[in-house]
């Protein structure tokens, strides 16, 4: 089977602009999480996507937000950029989301905010 | 809230010696996750334990989780260059599903 992918892999946005993520789970998977990690903060979970419903949701603001499709590809939308947004952003994937669900990641989209 | 604490931030050692790195939870945890972060890459899952005083091995590595199920550690002997990176333990949140509570991780540089 294919892994998670996510696209872009790399991104330079300025402040104030946006960006959206896509994250590709494995195949059959139907839920995705998002994190963000960076070097101060770590990993820390943005929002849970299960059948179009997000059932999660993580301490960011509402400029963070996200979507799922009926093929339960992902995408993340970060509005009005703020140079603290620059991280790696990784989504995970799992069959049905349960707690005891080993989550697979995805290589991430490392987005730079100048 | 619900945290997830790991120690050391940093391990360096030389080649052969062995490794540890810690994790405790202010809650108990229905199961902890490890995984492993290469430099430049993404947390790929290592093992997850799911029963109180679990010990799990794979090769070098040996993860056990506490009896009260809020501690876990893992343990590497005779590291290895390939070891190097950085280690992550994460519980489920209580209250939410796919939820991890990540550590801040430990990173371990190998020297040779």
């Known amino acids: 089977k294919a892994g998670v992918t996510q696209t872009p892999r790399y991104l330079i946005k300025t402040r104030g602009q946006q960006v959206t993520l896509s994250c590709s789970p494995i195949s059959g998977h139907r839920s995705v999480s998002w994190y963000q990690q960076t070097p101060g903060q770590g990993l820390q979970f943005l929002f849970e996507y299960f059948s179009e419903t997000q059932r999660n949701k993580g301490n960011f603001p509402g400029r963070f937000s996200g979507r799922q499709f009926s093929n339960s590809r992902s995408e993340m939308n970060v509005s009005t950029l703020e140079l603290g947004d620059s991280a790696l952003y990784l989504c995970?994937?799992?069959?049905?989301?349960?707690?005891?669900?080993?989550?697979?990641f995805g290589p991430g989209t490392r987005l730079l905010v100048l | 809230g619900q945290q997830v604490m790991q120690i050391p931030q940093y391990q360096h050692v030389q080649e052969g010696e062995d490794f540890t790195t810690y994790c405790n939870s202010s809650t108990t945890l229905s199961n902890i996750q490890w995984y492993k972060q290469r430099p430049g890459g993404h947390p790929v899952f290592l093992i997850q334990?799911?029963?109180?005083?679990e010990v799990k091995k794979q090769k070098r590595l040996t993860f056990q989780f506490g009896e009260a199920k809020k501690n876990s550690s893992l343990h590497i002997t005779a590291t290895q260059t390939t070891d190097v990176g950085t280690y992550f333990c994460?519980?489920?949140?209580?209250?939410?599903?796919?939820?991890?509570?990540f550590g801040a991780g430990t990173r371990l540089a190998v020297h040779p």
């Open positions: 334990l799911v029963k109180s005083g």
């Open positions: 994460a519980g489920p949140f209580s209250g939410g599903y796919n939820k991890l509570i």
């Open positions: 995970a994937s799992t069959t049905q989301g349960g707690y005891q669900e080993t989550q697979y």
